[in-house]
């Protein structure tokens, strides 16, 4: 089976969130690939995701909570080990709680 008998009539969903804050090199690359398999006949259709945009708010959550469960002791014990950036960042990941972890 080639590419073209693959994306023939295969759905391809796009959430134009992803174009957001996007370099415009970037953006014009994936819409030229779009367009590219929409000619070889994929259909493609625009869906929403409305808690998309709050994503990166669980991501933020998710990361520098496990971060600071790792590096809770060592916080702990030597905090001046830590540059002011990351220890503001441990810490701030101590202050969810496990409902705002799970969640996330």
């Known amino acids: 089976m080639n590419i073209i008998d693959f ?3 295969i759905k391809i969903g796009i959430e134009p ?3 957001d804050n996007v370099d415009v090199e970037v953006e014009q690359a994936v819409k030229n690939a779009i ?3 929409e000619r070889e006949g994929a259909v493609v259709e625009t869906v ?3 808690t998309l945009p709050y994503a990166q708010y669980a991501e933020m959550i998710t990361i520098i909570s496990e971060a600071s469960a790792i590096h809770h002791q060592n916080l ?3 905090e001046e080990d830590f540059g002011d950036d990351v220890r503001f960042l441990l810490k701030l990941g101590e202050i969810p709680s496990a409902v705002d972890y799970l969640q996330a």
């Open 7 to 9: 994306v023939k009539g």
């Open 17 to 19: 969130y992803f174009f």
């Open 35 to 37: 367009s590219s398999l």
């Open 48 to 50: 929403r995701i409305p």
């Open 76 to 78: 702990v014990e030597r």
